[in-house]
C-alpha cells in the first residue's frame, strides 16, 4: 500500500509539472516576407525610412530629371553616399564610413510582411552596427512618410 501511495503521489507530481515544464519552451515563430517592389516612376520611392530604432533613417529625394538622392544616417549621424544608381526596386551606392573608408551600399524597395502585415520599406544588406555586441547584416528601413526628412 505505502508503494501505491508513492505511486500516486509521484503521478501527482508530474502531471502538475508537465504545463509549468511546457510554458518554458515556448517557441516563438514569424511568417516574414520580403517582395522587392519597382515603382513605375521614381518619385514613388520618395520619403523617410526608419529603420530599428529612430537614429537609423534613410531620406529618399527625387530631383529633377528622374535623378535620385539618397542620404543615409546611421546612430543620427549623416553617412555618405556616392554613385547612388536605381535599376528596378535595386538600390547601389558607395558608403564613405567616418574614416574615409568606402563600402558597397546595396538595398532593395519593397513590401515586407510580417505574421500577415505588410509595410513598404528599403531592405539595407550590409553591416549596420547597433552596439559592440550587435551587428546585423540586413535591415529592414519602413517608409513613415512619403516627405523626405519627416515623420508621419
Avoid: C
Avoid at 36 to 53: L, T
Avoid at 117 to 145: K, N, P, T
Amino acid at each position: 500500500m505505502r508503494n501505491f501511495l508513492l505511486l500516486v503521489i509521484a503521478g501527482a507530481v508530474l502531471v502538475s509539472a508537465t504545463p509549468a515544464a511546457s510554458k518554458k519552451h515556448k517557441s516563438k515563430h514569424k511568417e516574414k516576407s520580403f517582395e522587392p517592389v519597382a515603382s513605375v516612376e521614381v518619385g514613388g520611392y520618395s520619403g523617410h525610412y526608419v529603420g530599428i530604432e529612430s537614429k537609423y533613417w534613410v531620406d529618399v529625394k527625387v530631383e529633377a530629371n528622374d535623378r535620385i538622392e539618397v542620404t543615409l544616417y546611421e546612430e543620427g549621424a549623416r553617412v555618405s553616399l556616392r554613385e547612388v544608381e536605381l535599376s528596378g526596386s535595386r538600390l547601389e551606392a558607395t558608403k564613405v564610413l567616418g574614416d574615409g573608408t568606402r563600402v558597397p551600399f546595396e538595398a532593395t524597395f519593397g513590401e515586407r510582411r510580417v505574421n500577415g502585415e505588410g509595410a513598404f520599406g528599403l531592405l539595407v544588406e550590409g553591416d549596420v552596427r547597433i552596439d559592440d555586441d550587435v551587428v546585423f547584416s540586413r535591415l529592414f528601413y519602413r517608409r513613415q512618410s512619403t516627405t523626405p526628412g519627416t515623420a508621419p
